[in-house]
């Protein structure tokens, strides 16, 4: 999707057939099980299957020419014996110019294998960046322990799962046992994160690609 496109509800934009366009996002969907590229702008396309308008169609057009380009891609399994596992987790905030709430994304690493990952708009407006990058690491909190769970069935146990987070204000946030009143409007589902920090790891990544491990507290 070109960084230039804005996809808006626009009334008096030509409709199409929202039937039709249901099933197309369905198949782009179901494709994004193996196609980590394409899932931003899925999702974003996603969100106006009620009443898509010609705008809407064009851009979806837009990533099935991508996709026909770009069949060669596909994701690596090596095979091997290692079994660490980070998590990375990002977040923007009050980037949507449609709601002005924060977009938000997760992806998992078990060795250098790419095995889940997802991109979603947060339900609630965060009055800072910090505010949506803790939201977001609560998340990659609940991602790490249900990973830990899936691969005790394998009979395989982690003691620890690093999680990659790149603000510095979440990070010192997630560490705060007393909440305060940046911590007042948060969603309860982000408070255990502190509970959590015995068994998983934070990091800070600096600018220049070096990381800089977090203690947890």
């Avoid at 030509?14 to 494709?31: A, W």
């Avoid at 980070?86 to 009050?94: F, G, L, P, R, W």
């Amino acid at each position: 999707m070109s960084p230039d496109t804005k996809l808006i509800k626009d009334k008096e934009d030509e409709s199409v057939d929202n039937t039709k366009y249901r099933g197309i996002i369905g198949s782009l969907l179901y494709l994004m099980a193996s196609r980590p590229d394409i899932m931003f702008c899925v999702c974003l396309c996603a969100r106006f299957q009620e009443d898509p308008k010609t705008s809407h169609l064009e851009a979806v057009k837009r990533i099935f020419r991508y996709i026909k380009g770009t069949t060669h891609l596909g994701l690596w399994y090596p095979n091997g014996s290692g079994i660490e596992t980070i998590i990375y987790t990002d977040s923007n905030h009050a980037e949507d110019y449609v709601d002005q709430k924060s977009n938000s994304g997760i992806c998992t690493f078990i060795r250098c294998c790419l095995t889940s990952w997802f991109s979603k708009k947060q339900t609630a407006l965060a009055i800072s960046t910090t505010e949506a990058e803790y939201v977001r690491a609560g998340k990659a909190c609940q991602q790490a322990l249900w990973t830990k769970q899936a691969l005790i069935n394998y009979e395989i146990c982690l003691d620890n799962i690093s999680i990659m987070c790149d603000n510095k204000g979440a990070i010192d946030l997630s560490k705060n046992v007393v909440q305060h009143s940046r911590t007042k409007d948060i969603e309860i589902p982000s408070f255990p994160l502190r509970q959590c920090l015995k068994r998983i790891y934070f990091y800070q990544k600096s600018s220049v690609g070096r990381e800089h491990r977090q203690h947890p507290h």
